[in-house]
């Protein structure tokens, strides 16, 4: 691929541009430790992230509040619990950090003419959150500066590894040319989302998508470490 014709890159957000995926795991901890505080860390992960992968229908996070109240009997609606959550996470998401070097990226190809649009399973709210309250964000490299298009969960009907959001935002920018995009995801259903949008993947690696590394390899166009090595590829 020649990377001097690019006219757009597609970032996904959590995993790839912030360390959010740690943070996610925290917060079900946390949210876990109300109806059952004996829970290890390790077995609930586990078991939302099963429920997580067999989620077919609806919102995730309303699914999984709706499991926790009928596991643990609790007299709070699924509603209610996932209020919960949702406060955590805009506690959490004001503390976000960047990935290292994520700001050099973007502003390189922004100096370079380059279109750029986020595209997340994040909601809007929690975008809003990056943008206007969370002051590392802000300083360092403000989204609503920098990205031309922000799609959201919101935004589509269908979550990754659907296609949608990927072809949303081409319709968007109306790239007929599929060769002068490129997408940066972290994880295996983003990498799979933006390959049946036919588009070129680049995978960075974030250590919470380890179990299904030789899948991402396999799968993208190309692998790099870091914001470092993207940052080399991008200028060959």
Known sequence: MDFKNLELVIFDLDGTLIDSNGVSNDLDIKLVH??????????????????????????????????????????????????????????????????????????????????????????????????????????????????????TKDDVKLKKPNPEVYNKIIEKFKIKDLSKCIVIEDSLI????????????IAIYDKYSDKNRDKINELADYNVANFKELLKLLKK
């Open 34 to 151: 109300l109806f059952d505080k004996n829970k290890s860390p390790e077995e609930i992960i586990e078991e939302r992230d099963n429920l997580f992968k067999n989620n077919k229908n609806g919102d995730i996070y309303l699914n999984y509040s709706e499991y926790l109240k009928e596991k643990y009997k609790s007299n709070l609606s699924k509603e209610e619990i996932l209020q919960i959550r949702r406060d955590y996470s805009k506690e959490l998401s004001k503390n976000i950090k960047l990935k290292p070097d994520v700001d050099v990226v973007i502003k390189y190809l922004k100096n370079n003419n380059i279109k750029l649009a986020l595209a997340t399973v994040s909601r809007r709210e929690t975008i809003n959150i990056y943008v206007n309250e969370n002051e590392y964000i802000k300083n360092k490299c403000n989204f609503q500066e920098y990205f031309d298009f922000i799609i």
């Open 190 to 201: 983003g990498v799979i989302a933006a390959k049946r949008a036919n588009l070129n993947v």
